[in-house]
Structure formats: C-alpha cells, structure tokens
C-alpha cells in the first residue's frame, strides 16, 4: 500500500538514505529538513521524482499535514554539532517531537523516533540492552543531546499511553556511511580525510575507549523494519553492529585501507566520552529478524571511496568546532 510518509531531517545523513529507500518503494514522501548539518546535494537526485517533496522546515515549529507514517530524524548528531547551539539541540529534540507527536495524533499517523546509544551515557552494563537506564550527567557537555533523547522517548511513551498513539523507538549506535558530513567531527569522518590527506590522525585519549560501528544500509533496513513491525513491539530497539573496536584499532585500520603515510597522534579525550559501548541486538534479531551484514573492513572501504569522489569545498561546515 502506497503510504504518506514525512521524514524530518530528511536531508541529512541518515534521513537522505531512508528517503531514498521509501521514495524507490513508491511511496509518497515529504522530506522536511532546516539544513541546518546538511546540504540539498543529499536529495537532490531525488527532486524530480514525482513521490518526493523537500519543504525547508524547522521542527522547532509546527507544521500541519497530512500523513500515515513520520520518522522523527530530526537532530544534530554529531558532537561538534549538537554542543554548537546546545539550547537549539534541546528545543530541537523535545519541542520537535512535541510538534511531531501532534501531527501524529492528529493523523492517527504512526511515529519513530531516531533514538541513541548515548540515553546509556557511559554505560556501566556492558554490552547494552535496552532495559539498561542508563548513566547520562544532565548537566555536562553532551547532555543537551543525551537528555533531549531521554525526554523525547519519555514524550513517545506518554503519547502512546494516554492517547495509544502508535510509536516506534529506535536506539541508534554509531552509524558511519556515504554522506556523513566530512565535517562533522565524527571519529569515522576525521580519521578518513585525515588519512587520505596524509594528515595526522587525532585520537583522543589514549584510543582505548570502544565504539560498535554500523554501515549505513544495514541500520536503514533495521530502522524501516521497525517501523513496519507490529504495533505491539513500543519498547525501544537497539540497532546498531555488535562488532566493537577500540578507537586505535580503527585509526589503524583506515591508515591500512588508505594506503596513508599519516602518523597517529594524541590529543586530550573530551569530557564526559564514554568508554565503551557495544549494543546487544537480540531484541532486534527476535522481532525484526534483523543483524547487519557489513562488517567494518567492508564499509569502511566503501565509505572511503565515496570520501575520495567528493569535494570537500561543496560541504559548509555548520559549526566551527571541527
Ligand atoms: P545529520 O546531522 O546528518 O542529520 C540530521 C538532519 O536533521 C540534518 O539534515 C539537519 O539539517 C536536520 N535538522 C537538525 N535540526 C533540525 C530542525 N530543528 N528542524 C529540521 N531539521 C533539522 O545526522 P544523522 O547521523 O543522519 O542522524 C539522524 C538522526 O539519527 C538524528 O536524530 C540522530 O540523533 C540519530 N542518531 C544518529 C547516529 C549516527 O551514528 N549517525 C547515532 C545515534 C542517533
Ligand atoms: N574521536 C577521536 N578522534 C577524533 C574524533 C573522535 O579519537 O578525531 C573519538 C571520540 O573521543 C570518541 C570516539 O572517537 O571516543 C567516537 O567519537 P564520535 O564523535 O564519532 O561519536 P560518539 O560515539 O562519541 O558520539
């Protein structure tokens, strides 16, 4: 069945590639994005497919239309973005997903949310399931982001309770791919323009502290099977690639597949870094069927051939803390 489906942050990273993904799916899909860490290059390939709208909107602010299905992507992701206008990230979070949850109501439309990883904070339960809680500082650097998605799944499981508001949450752990802002200060995307310029590598801390690292497709598939799952599955669902690295063994690894001269240097870890995280996907293999199928070697490869055709003079960077 052909469905109305509004992605907000349609435009960036993630939303871009679900865009496309629901667009070639035949479905009629409006893409509402403020540019703010993106850039229209993302979907302009899919401006003149008759099924896709782009409306330049900020989710701080509410809009009215009618629709079956929102995914709720919306939200700086990247550290150096969501510390840039804290206070915005927060708005962009909890007023955002007030104004969606409403259109939602409204519609009777169904609703996911782009959870986190980073609701465990530093995580003292490892690898992470999602009945964990979580260990967040509300006061910090990365609160602003972590507490934001803390209080718009809290907002999802109210809607749904008073009003059964059919929800969708999904936890997202790292995530790197074609289209990550080269600019976005995300360890994946420093390391591999760092190494294809033959630049030093800046491994903050000592490298030792861990990531799980998920390509792009196979946390796309997981996130638009969640939202076709059944409506009794509202528990939030980690998605996200179990394989853990530490930071060094990355940095390593995109010097070997860059072929890259560059030297690894230390700088001092940011406040509040979590040491490790790792998702435990059982949740998501029992109900959605779902585990991914790029291993890092594979993705990093393919994203690193993508870093090479673009031209890094294209991307604006929205911030300056890169
Ligand atoms: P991104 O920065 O590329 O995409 C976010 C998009 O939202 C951008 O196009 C941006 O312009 C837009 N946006 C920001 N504020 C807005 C607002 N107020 N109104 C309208 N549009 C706005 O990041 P991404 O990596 O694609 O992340 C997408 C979602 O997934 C985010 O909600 C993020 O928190 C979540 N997520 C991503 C990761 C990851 O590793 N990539 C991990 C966990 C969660
Ligand atoms: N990191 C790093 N060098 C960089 C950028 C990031 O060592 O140039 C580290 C960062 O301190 C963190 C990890 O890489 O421990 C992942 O950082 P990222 O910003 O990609 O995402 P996070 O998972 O922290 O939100």
Redesign the pocket.
Known sequence: MIKRIVV?????????HICERLVDDGHDVIC???????QKS?VAHLLDRPNFELIR????HPIWLEVDEIY???????PG??QYNPI??L???VV?AINMLGMAKRCNAKILQ?????VYGDPEVHPQIEDYRGSVNPIGPRAC?DEG?RAAETLFADYNRMHRLRIKLV??????GP???PF?G?VVSNFIRQALANEPITIFGDGSQTRSF?YRDD?CEGIIRLMNSPDDLIEPVNIGNPGEYTIGELAKMIVELTESSSELVYRPLPADDPTRRQPNIDRAKRHLDWEPQIGLREGLTKTIEWFKTIDAEQFRP?TPNY
Do not use: Q, W
Request: net charge positive; proline share 4%; glycine share 8%.
């Open positions: 907000t942050g349609g435009a960036g990273f993630l939303g871009s509402l994005d403020n540019f703010f860490t993106s993302n909107h900020d989710i701080v709720n992507m919306a939200c700086p992701a990247a973005h969501y915005k990230t708005k962009t979070s955002g782009a959870s986190t990883s980073e982001y998605k936890r997202i752990f790292n995530t790197y289209r990550m802002h976005d995300r998920c946390l929205p």
